[in-house]
């Protein structure tokens, strides 16, 4: 364990009976930190989630948390909150009573309350909602509550699951804005889950992809968007291109072509946008094309199997079932320690 | 031609056995005869007004009024805490515990009451009010259960762990947040309880002993003896009360989203 983390999971497995769900799982996290943990469904984000917060037994390993190995403590005395995704407000209680609800367990009341809890309100932008029952407000406002009432309590870290995914468009990204500048403000260190790349990406001071219950790769946002780990990370992150290596050999299926690539590369990605249309050495028929904009996107059929490009839409569409040229550069390319 | 009268019809029958009696009862019961007869003869109100002299109506209407609140409150306090964990947790005698709770709704409560009377009360010496207190409990349980299960199944778990989290423990959980949202529930397994209990009269028909009977059966005994539209009026009074609980409750709490 490093001196500077704040949060440690070590060698962490979780399991529902028989079934294991988290397998050695080993993070460390800093005070302050914003932390995204990112991965497709049923990765064990919530798992992990839930382990972290007490709400679920530990299999095996430790949870350290500001010193203390919170592994056995109980979910209430552990100083950790949790935003739940149907965030699980207390519908008889009023949006005041709701945030109010940890404090006064804890013996507060009073003017001490009232200003505590009116301060929490305010920082989520809710001051004239108070008095209303929760059941009454939009979802954005709900989750605001929630937020709210976990931070009111000043846990030693805050957890968020899939904060923004039950808000349309607008809202999450205004959500978005408004949770960097509580988390900046606060200090608070948090955890997020997202099954969104670009959410992970915007918010996260280190983003922490998972996949099938374990770690795949932890890296800053720019880490993980331009040099994935693995075909899996490139795949999550938008490389649409991802091809094996063998003996400095790109492979695909039967066909095998000569490339530089650094030595201890198992694959190559590439983003649709680094592979140039109507140059290189390569022949392809286009399968379809569709219009994004100030883009124009391509399938193409090729001896490596499709292959996906996108080009400035100002130049000429090219017909379906036309032949075009491309290029698969090296350079463009970001190397993977694991195809997979 | 035929199914469009058939419809109808049917449905005429249906209220008409469905009501006909209620409506032949209050009429009876507003008679100025001196038996119970239909089509009443003339009106008077002097058969509702004799309900409240007879002595025997008194006692027993305050026996029923002791098993339906007390019994019901009895089958609460075990029912609640029951259909808690049986929500919650994965126990492995729920099943068990489900059907043994569905049992009295099976195995007809004549039964019920003999067996009380032959191996409970008479060989050891438990009062008939105890029995009675017992047996209604038991009779009031699986309606309990299931009202309070109906209304914990539509409360997600995850509110309790929020409180957890916020320093609850379980049990302060369970009674911050738990109880205030199914209180709709319990209400209405209170008022089901309570006109279950009022109205039985299989369970109890064994078990009367001196001074201490059920007003159901209280009734049955009366009308052995004399045949006076009282017995019309009574049953009308308790007929209104029901309705009229069953009706504010529906007003007030949606009773029938529970049962
Ligand atoms: N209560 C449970 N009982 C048994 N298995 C469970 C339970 N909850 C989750 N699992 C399993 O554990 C694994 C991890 O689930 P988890 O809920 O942590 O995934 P997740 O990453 O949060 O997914 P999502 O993005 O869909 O929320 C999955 O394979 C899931 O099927
Ligand atoms: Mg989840």
Redesign the pocket.
């Known amino acids: 364990m490093s001196d500077t983390s704040f949060l440690s999971l070590e060698n962490l497995t979780l399991a ?2 028989k ?1 294991v ?2 397998e050695g799982l080993n993070l460390e996290i800093t005070r302050g930190e914003l932390i995204a943990l990112l ?10 989630m839930r382990a972290i917060a007490g709400l679920m037994a530990v299999k095996s390993g430790r949870i350290v948390l500001d010193g203390r190995d919170i592994t056995r403590t109980p979910a209430n005395r552990r100083e950790v909150g949790l935003v739940f ?1 149907s965030y699980a407000l207390f519908p008889h209680l009023t949006v005041f009573e709701n945030v109010a609800f940890g404090l006064r367990l804890k013996g507060m009341g009073g003017a001490a309350l009232e200003e505590k809890v009116m301060g929490a309100i305010a920082s989520v932008g809710l001051t004239p909602f108070a008095r209303r029952k929760t059941p009454d407000l939009s979802g954005g406002q709900q989750q605001r509550v929630a937020l709210a009432r976990s931070m009111v309590m000043e846990p030693k870290v805050l957890m968020l ?2 904060p923004l995914s039950n808000l349309d468009a607008r809202l999450r990204l205004e959500m978005r804005t408004e949770l960097q500048r509580v988390q900046k403000q606060s200090g608070l260190t948090m955890i997020f ?1 997202t ?1 969104d790349q670009v959410e992970a990406l915007a918010l996260a001071d280190r983003i922490v992809v ?1 996949r099938d ?1 374990a770690i795949e790769q932890i890296g800053t946002p720019e880490e993980i968007y331009n040099r994935p780990a693995s075909g899996f990370v490139a795949d999550f992150v938008g490389f649409e291109n991802i091809f094996a290596l063998r003996d400095g050999h790109l492979v695909a299926g039967e066909t095998e072509i000569a490339l530089e690539a650094p030595p201890e590369a198992a694959g190559l990605a590439w983003r649709p946008a680094a592979v140039p249309l109507g140059q290189g050495p390569f022949a392809g028929t286009v399968r379809s094309v569709s219009f994004a904009g100030n883009r124009r996107e391509y399938l193409l059929d090729t001896a490596l199997g499709p292959i996906k490009t996108e080009v400035d839409a100002a130049l000429p569409a090219q017909g379906l079932g036309s032949s075009v040229s491309f290029d698969l550069p090296a350079a463009a390319a970001a190397p993977l320690r694991r195809f997979g | 031609m035929m199914q469009r009268l058939l419809a109808p019809l049917t449905l005429g029958l249906v209220l008409l056995f469905l009501i006909g009696p209620f409506v032949i009862i209050v009429a009876a019961s507003f008679s100025a005869g001196d038996t119970m007869a239909f089509p009443p003869q003339g009106f008077s109100l002097k058969w509702i007004a004799k309900v409240f002299t007879v002595e025997s109506f008194r006692q027993s209407f305050g026996t029923s009024m002791f098993l339906a609140i007390g019994g019901t409150i009895a089958a609460l306090i075990l029912g609640i805490p029951a259909a808690y964990a049986m929500s919650r947790y994965r126990l492995p005698g729920a099943e068990t515990v489900r059907m043994m709770v569905s049992l009295p709704i099976i195995v007809p409560g004549i039964i019920v009451g003999l067996a009380l009377l032959r191996y409970f009360v008479i060989p050891l010496g438990v009062s008939i009010t105890a029995a009675l207190f017992v047996a209604h409990t038991a009779l009031i349980l699986p309606y309990a259960v299931r009202v309070v299960s109906a209304s914990l199944a539509n409360l997600r778990s995850d509110m309790e762990e929020a409180a957890v989290l916020l320093g609850a423990s379980r049990g302060g959980a369970f009674f911050r947040v738990v109880l205030p949202n199914i209180r709709g529930g319990i209400l209405s397994a209170f008022i089901l309880g309570f006109v279950t209990s009022f109205n039985q009269v299989p369970v109890s028909l064994f078990l009367s002993g001196p001074g201490v009977r059920t007003l159901p059966i209280d009734m049955l005994g009366y009308m052995e003896i004399v045949f006076d539209p009282s017995v019309a009026a009574l049953s009308s009074l308790l007929a209104f009360l029901s309705i009229g609980i069953v009706f504010a409750a529906e007003r007030f709490l949606g009773f029938s989203r529970y049962v």
């Open positions: 529902y009976g079934t769900a988290v991965g497709p469904s049923g990765c064990g984000k919530t798992t992990t995704q699951d899939e889950v099954h998972m219950g």
